[in-house]
């Protein structure tokens, strides 16, 4: 094996990313690009997929350009991408027929609610994917596209349109158009592939209206997907893993064990906690999903998800809609400048609240403000607004599980941030530990590829290479932490 390097293109919901990895799971470089958010509406939320494509291709070129790679130089690229949000594409031309429907976007609460309201079908859904009936999955996305889009559905019927997630679409154009493949973690996002059976559900398709032939091929997330075919790249090299980015996150966090759980921090926070090969069905408003296994794992297996719509978003908020604060950073010295919030509660459900409240419908609420709040005191909710979302979040997936978690491995961007961190052990009352490398999602996409081509020689050596961690350890009183918990499931209430 020549190559020295794994690239990992790191498809997010606000940029794109190419990253440099060598053998010892160094990190050598960044592209990052990020692209347009599109709002027509209150509570629809779009990307233009040329704009992702671009952003995406033109950090891998960049990337490339900046270190003289050749193919020789590559032994495989891995793929994580935001999950969920759904792509209609013409594959003779290669053009999308509209804007991406993003992951968050609340236009077919109405359709799901139609679609999916008797208890019957609800627990039919649950029973074939995980999921709870929600407009947060691909499916009802992609019937609104084929219903909305003049001519779509009898193209869709014809055989002349292909729907993905970002993942596919960006395989298709990375091969030329020759591959139209998904992973089984995308896959079980869609609320259209049984997870116990392991394909695309017959009676879910009826369901929905959704034609099978736009459907990709459904794979395992470490293995050979392609190779590269595209203008102004290096050719052939193999694309080798692909996986949603929560998936990602927790292989890059080598949780490859029932037991070992993660939390990101990201535009949204979400937790997943592995469960081996027992689909764990929730009673607590969580959802089941695939996780992303190393190669030779027999069957498949399955963690406990829980998402948080608004987490680091409501950072972004306090900066580009309120203005309070210049960069994100800021927030961590105003909230550590200050005692507490003053009472003030932020609860972030711009987009409505995710698990385990699951109100699509709600709308965000501030409470308590006085006089005396200033900016440093809504910076400091907003942070700790971020905590208390992980925290139900743990409650539940515990009930679910059985079993406390002891260690919660964080990561994302938000997880940089120091008092977030604290306050979120001290209201957890649990271990947090957060990795040198904080990009574990990008990672996580590496280790698939360089497992899938040999680079790397099995999941020990992945533990090997993580570095020290940070540790953060709960010191709050117990007293306190329940007044504050209390007090924010009160404004959670007014809220819903």
């Not at 507490?340 to 409470?367: E, K, M, N, Q, S």
Request: aromatic letters at 8%; one cysteine or more.
């Amino acid at each position: 094996m020549s190559g020295r390097y794994i690239i990992a293109l790191d498809q997010g919901t606000t940029s794109s990313r190419a990253i440099l990895v060598d053998h010892e799971g160094t990190m050598i470089d960044a592209v990052q690009r990020e692209f347009e958010q599109i709002y027509p509406k209150p509570g629809w939320v779009e990307h233009n997929p040329q704009d992702i494509l671009f952003s995406q291709l033109g950090s891998l070129a960049e990337l490339v350009t900046r270190h003289g790679l050749t193919a020789d130089d590559i032994v495989a690229i891995g793929i994580d991408n935001q999950r969920e949000t759904t792509i209609v594409w013409d594959p003779t031309t290669g053009e999308p027929i509209a804007n991406a429907i993003v992951w968050q976007c609340r236009r077919t609460a109405g359709l799901v609610d139609r679609l999916c309201g008797s208890a019957e079908v609800a627990a039919q859904i649950r029973a074939r994917t995980g999921l709870m009936p929600d407009a947060y999955f691909s499916a009802s996305k992609l019937r609104w596209l084929l219903d909305n889009v003049a001519g779509a559905r009898a193209r869709a019927e014809a055989g002349e349109l292909l729907f993905g997630t970002v993942d596919s679409y960006l395989v298709w154009v990375l091969t030329g158009g020759l591959v139209h493949a998904t992973d089984v973690t995308n896959a079980s996002r869609t609320m259209l592939y049984n997870i116990h059976e392991s394909r695309w559900d017959p009676w879910l398709l009826e369901l929905f209206g959704i034609p099978a032939g736009m459907l990709p091929e459904v794979r395992a997330s470490s293995g050979f997907f392609g190779e590269t075919s595209y203008p102004g790249l290096p050719a052939g090299i193999p694309i080798a893993g692909v996986a949603g980015d929560q998936q990602a996150a927790l292989f890059g966090q080598c949780c490859f064990e029932a037991g070992q759980a993660k939390n990101t921090y990201g535009t949204g926070c979400f937790m997943l906690l592995h469960t081996g090969h027992e689909a764990v069905e929730s009673k607590n408003s969580l959802v089941t999903t695939i996780v992303a296994s190393p190669p030779g794992t027999e069957g498949v297996e399955y963690a406990l998800e829980g998402s948080v719509f608004v987490g680091g978003a409501v950072v972004q908020w306090l900066r580009d809609e309120l203005g309070i604060v210049r960069t994100a950073a800021e927030t961590e010295y105003l909230a550590a400048g200050v005692e507490d919030t003053g009472g003030v509660y932020i609860v972030p459900a711009f987009t409505g609240l995710g698990a385990p409240w699951w109100a699509p419908d709600a709308r965000g609420t501030i409470t308590g403000i006085t006089r005396g709040t200033g900016r440093a005191q809504l910076a400091r909710a907003a942070l700790e607004a971020i905590a208390y979302q992980v925290s139900d979040l743990a409650v539940a997936m515990e009930a679910d599980a059985g079993t406390p978690i002891e260690v919660l491995n964080v990561d994302g961007g938000a997880a940089a941030n120091d008092f977030l961190m604290q306050f979120e052990s001290d209201i957890l009352d649990r271990t947090l530990h957060r990795p040198q490398n904080r990009e574990t999602t990008a990672m996580g996409a590496a280790y698939l590829a360089g497992l899938a081509t040999g680079f790397w020689s099995g999941v020990d050596e992945l533990r090997r290479l993580r570095d020290t961690d940070d540790v953060f350890t709960s010191r709050m009183d117990p007293v306190r932490r329940a007044e504050l918990l209390a007090g924010w499931h009160e404004a959670v209430r007014r809220t819903v």
